[in-house]
């Protein structure tokens, strides 16, 4: 019985610990026609407290943040996606490496190209990972869907 009920209290920690991580970021996708069939899809994270999120090159030890986007026969993903926000490059002890991370607020940039005159979505999913400077908390995958056309 004392087993029973060791076990389920390590489960529910561990259940919480897991959602923790995106219960300190609010993720706001949107996006914005800026050419003829051209849009701009922003993913802005807002980060909560003393917390940080790790860029899509966060370093050696952390995750970085990664968006994977779902194909479509109806766009075209134009470049890279692009970081705005306040980058930090410093060393932290925790992964003995140089880190880069956002603080409060950062917008990640992904244009976008439709390859007709439909509506559609751009939808896919974003992993990441926040950190203050006393724990780091497990990473976390949000999904997204963005209306794109019409």
Request: proline content about 3%.
């Amino acid at each position: 019985m004392k087993k029973l009920f060791l076990l389920t209290i390590l489960s529910a920690v561990a259940i919480f610990s897991f959602a923790q991580s995106d219960r300190e970021v609010e993720w706001v996708f949107t996006s914005k026609k800026i050419a003829d069939k051209t849009y701009e899809v922003r993913m802005t994270a807002n980060i909560n407290g003393d917390y940080h999120i790790y860029a899509q090159d966060g370093g050696d030890g952390p995750v970085s943040t990664t968006f994977n986007f779902k194909k479509s026969p109806l766009l075209v993903l134009d470049d890279k996606v692009k970081e705005i926000g306040k980058l930090k490059n410093v060393y932290e002890d925790a992964f003995k490496s140089q880190v880069k991370y956002f603080e409060e607020t950062v917008t990640f940039v992904q244009v976008v190209k439709l390859k007709g005159n439909a509506k559609t979505n751009l939808a896919g999913s974003v992993e990441f990972m926040v950190c203050n400077d006393h724990e780091c908390l497990p990473p976390a995958t949000v999904n997204f869907r963005v209306s794109i056309g019409g």
